[in-house]
């Protein structure tokens, strides 16, 4: 088994009820659910627009490969009306991003693990703090805390309700 965490977001349609159905596919084709962090609302990072995101950071155990995880996550999202535009920032019903898959490092053409911007954004840090804060980035050897008080990244981040 390995921990998976995952950061769950979106800015269109009914955003806390399509996190929940997100979550809910998830325990069906991901593995053990374990935890979820608060949720929190953020500004669009890299585009602007109207609606605000809401953003969480969800935990499993999985015995899936990486790769099969990411195929099963990219057909929940298309599932949850997710369509993938040309630019790589842009509105959307769902996102489901691999943050980290236990301590590994993957990198190939369909997948970077961890993460290649969890450092640069507060919306991914914030939910990361509140679960793991000492847990090590495999790559840059800081904590998730110690990542978050050194984040540039000025956008608002908001717990929701």
């Known amino acids: 088994m390995t921990r998976v965490y995952f950061l769950l977001g979106g800015n ?3 955003r806390e009820g399509l996190l929940a159905e997100a979550i809910e596919k998830m325990k069906i084709e991901v593995g053990a659910f374990i935890q979820t962090s608060s949720l929190y609302e953020t500004e669009p990072w890299g585009f ?11 935990v499993f155990d999985s015995e899936l490969p990486a790769i099969d995880i990411l195929d099963k996550t990219q057909a929940i999202e298309k599932e949850l009306g997710r369509v993938r535009k040309k630019t790589q920032y842009c509105e959307r019903t769902i996102d489901i991003d691999i943050l980290f898959y236990g301590d590994s490092i993957i990198e190939n053409e369909r997948l970077s693990v961890p ?9 991914a840090l914030y939910p990361l703090e509140e679960l793991i804060p000492e847990f090590i980035h495999p790559i840059l050897k800081k904590t998730i805390k110690q990542l978050k008080d050194k ?3 000025e956008l608002e981040v908001n717990r929701f309700n």
């Open 151 to 153: 984040c540039a990244d």
């Open 115 to 123: 993460h290649p911007r969890i450092q640069e954004r507060s919306f």
């Open 12 to 14: 269109i349609g009914n």
């Open 48 to 58: 602007t627009h109207e609606q605000n995101f809401l953003n969480q950071v969800v």
